[in-house]
């Protein structure tokens, strides 16, 4: 991909999030109560190699940890979401007898 390209992809891409208000949705959920935004810490235990190149990502990209964490769990969760329609894992087998 030229370099020009690349400019353009990282313009369009900012412009796109910058319209999302991520630094206010960050200081709002960092600023609430749980009373008035009802929030859970998810833990998981990770190998030192996997939490340091979290942070190492996490860094790099400028996006706090919960953020990244956040966005990758739900397109995990979507996709797994997706598989599971796709092979009809909840569909019922009444009928697979006969």
């Known amino acids: 991909m030229s ?31 749980d009373d ?3 929030l859970r810490n ?12 979290i942070d190492r990502t996490v860094s790099v990209l ?7 964490i956040e966005r990758a769990l739900i397109e995990a969760m979507d996709q797994v979401d997706a598989m599971l329609e796709e092979v009809g894992a909840f569909e019922d087998n009444a009928g697979a007898d006969q």
């Open 3 to 33: 370099d020009f390209k690349q400019f353009i992809q990282f313009r369009a891409l900012a412009f796109k999030f910058d319209r999302q208000n991520y630094d206010l949705s960050e200081a709002i959920l960092s600023s609430v109560g």
């Open 42 to 53: 998810v833990c998981a235990k990770l190998t030192v190699e996997l939490s340091d190149r």
């Open 62 to 68: 400028g996006v706090s940890k919960r953020s990244f």
């Open 36 to 38: 008035v935004l009802p």
